[in-house]
């Protein structure tokens, strides 16, 4: 039987069955939360990551959520042009068009900057989507 987008997510966080799933289960929860028409997605699938890199879409990506040993890092697709007022952003600063949060153990994020922040990207995929016609 194939798993839905999100039936892949869930095997991922059940897989990870630690700190790094609870991490990401609880991004999951607010992003959801932050944009509730968002569509999950999962990318990205090769032998040495068969259950692949989960995605939050609406009108292109908002951002991935990969697993490490030591960190969970989300990333935004087009973070560089995101306004950032808490900070969130901690990784891929360098980037030109991407932005990331590292997420490590007993890490704490500001959910309502973290909600803030996926709303944002949505309101911005929403505004540079292509024009259809």
Do not use: H
């Not at 194939?2 to 790094?20: N, V």
């Not at 490590?104 to 973290?114: L, P, S």
């Amino acid at each position: 039987m194939t798993k839905t987008p999100s039936q892949a997510i869930d095997a991922r966080i059940a897989e990870l069955g630690d700190w790094r799933g609870e991490a990401l289960a609880r991004l999951r929860a607010l992003i959801r939360a932050a944009c509730p028409d968002v569509v999950e997605d999962v990318k990205w699938r090769k032998p040495s990551n068969p259950l692949g890199v989960p995605t939050w879409e609406r009108n292109g990506i908002l951002c991935t959520g990969e697993t490490y040993k030591d960190k969970v890092k989300l990333t935004f697709a087009k973070g560089a042009a995101l306004d950032d007022p808490s900070g969130l952003f901690n990784a891929s600063l360098d980037a030109g068009v991407r932005r990331a949060i590292d997420l490590r153990e007993g890490d704490k994020i500001n959910e309502k900057a973290f909600k803030a922040l996926i709303r944002s990207a949505a309101a911005l995929n929403e505004k540079t989507k292509p024009k259809r016609g």
